[in-house]
Nanobody, 125 residues
Framework: QVQLVESGGGLVQAGGSLRLSCAASGRTISSYVMGWFRQAPGKEREFVAAITWSSGSTYVADSVKGRFTISRDNAKNTVYLQMNSLKPEDTAAYYC??????????????????WGQGTQVTVSS
């Protein structure tokens, strides 16, 4: 079993930056594909970014490409989402997810086995 805890959310003005962290416990996640998703009020949860276990490949949604970067530190069992040039439409609850091996990088929720509780990001205009 893997427990995921997100942190780093908050209120920021448009154009600002935040870095979200996702700390895993229970098992080492070094071999897991890790992803970030978000859900805005009244909307379905959507894919943001994912990264392979080796950090050799990343997959970022078009809506955040060039602004958001996903990375991981396997030694710390932590995944990060660096968010720059934030826009009001980025306002959402952000969730970390883990896909146990064997797994390929995916943008689909159903591919992921473990989820965090989420951290709120609010971008003011």
């Amino acid at each position: 079993q893997v427990q995921l805890v997100e942190s780093g959310g908050g209120l920021v003005q448009a154009g600002g930056s935040l870095r979200l962290s996702c700390a895993a416990s229970g098992r080492t996640i070094s071999s897991y594909v890790m992803g970030w998703f978000r859900q805005a009020p009244g909307k379905e949860r959507e894919f943001v970014a994912a990264i392979t276990w080796s950090s050799g490949s990343t997959y970022v949604a078009d809506s955040v490409k060039g602004r958001f970067t996903i990375s991981r530190d396997n030694a710390k069992n932590t995944v990060y989402l660096q968010m720059n040039s934030l826009k009001p439409e980025d306002t959402a609850a952000y969730y970390c997810a883990a896909d146990r091996p064997p797994s390929g990088i995916s943008r689909y929720e159903k591919a992921y086995d473990y989820w965090g509780q989420g951290t709120q990001v609010t971008v003011s205009s």
